[in-house]
T-cell receptor
Framework: GEDVEQSLFLSVREGDSSVINCTYTDSSSTYLYWYKQEPGAGLQLLTYIFSNMDMKQDQRLTVLLNKKDKHLSLRIADTQTGDSAIYFCAERDYNTGKLIFGQGTTLQVKP | SQTIHQWPATLVQPVGSPLSLECTVEGTSNPNLYWYRQAAGRGLQLLFYSVGIGQISSEVPQNLSASRPQDRQFILSSKKLLLSDSGFYLC??????????FGNGTRLTVT
């Protein structure tokens, strides 16, 4: 079945760039997503990329997709303390349309 | 605009007691509705989804059940809670792309 994996923890200094990585298994995924979860809150959609794209940029966020390696990354430029949160990668199952989530990467931003 | 409401935000229940969590969506009709659980330190697990009134699909065998008595209402229930039911429960709806708009979640602690 489908599986999405992420590293569990990333720590960076304020002002540095953060790169959060994700691998997935379903080669027929049509969309891939990044969600952000702040403490005690629900999930907020940050950005998404269609599977026929290699890159998508939205202000400080850059998503890179390597379909051959089934690797997705989220780069946050000039990381701020407000970026501290859990970041979830998700793929959309081609057949059912359901989202399969990774276990989330906790981003810690040190001042 | 569409909004999603979940309540209560926090719940502490003893083992063996019943459970009812409610989720409602406004501003859309016939949405796909989802219940996810996030256990401490773990990712999101899809519990149930519904494509219409009275239509429930269960993703994993468990002590919980779901019902959809109205188009925009999704209820998560249990007759007797277990300690392992503790977690953060998230309701979500899907009405197109981008998908899955989440509620703010319910933190359930079973004591």
């Amino acid at each position: 079945g489908e599986d999405v994996e992420q590293s569990l923890f990333l720590s960076v200094r304020e002002g540095d760039s953060s790169v959060i990585n994700c691998t997935y298994t379903d080669s027929s995924s049509t969309y891939l997503y990044w969600y952000k979860q702040e403490p005690g809150a629900g999930l907020q959609l940050l950005t998404y990329i269609f599977s026929n794209m290699d890159m998508k940029q939205d202000q400080r966020l850059t998503v890179l997709l390597n379909k051959k390696d089934k690797h997705l990354s989220l780069r946050i430029a000039d990381t701020q303390t407000g970026d501290s949160a859990i970041y979830f990668c998700a793929e959309r199952d081609y057949n059912t349309g359901k989202l399969i989530f990774g276990q989330g990467t906790t981003l810690q931003v040190k001042p | 605009s569409q909004t999603i409401h979940q309540w209560p935000a926090t719940l502490v229940q003893p083992v063996g007691s019943p459970l009812s969590l409610e989720c409602t969506v406004e501003g859309t009709s016939n949405p796909n509705l989802y219940w996810y659980r996030q256990a401490a330190g773990r990712g999101l697990q899809l519990l149930f989804y519904s494509v219409g009134i009275g239509q429930i699909s269960s993703e994993v065998p468990q002590n919980l059940s779901a019902s959809r008595p109205q188009d925009r209402q999704f209820i998560l229930s249990s007759k007797k809670l277990l300690l392992s039911d503790s977690g953060f429960y998230l309701c979500a709806w899907k009405g197109g792309d981008p998908p899955l708009h989440f509620g703010n979640g319910t933190r359930l602690t079973v004591t």
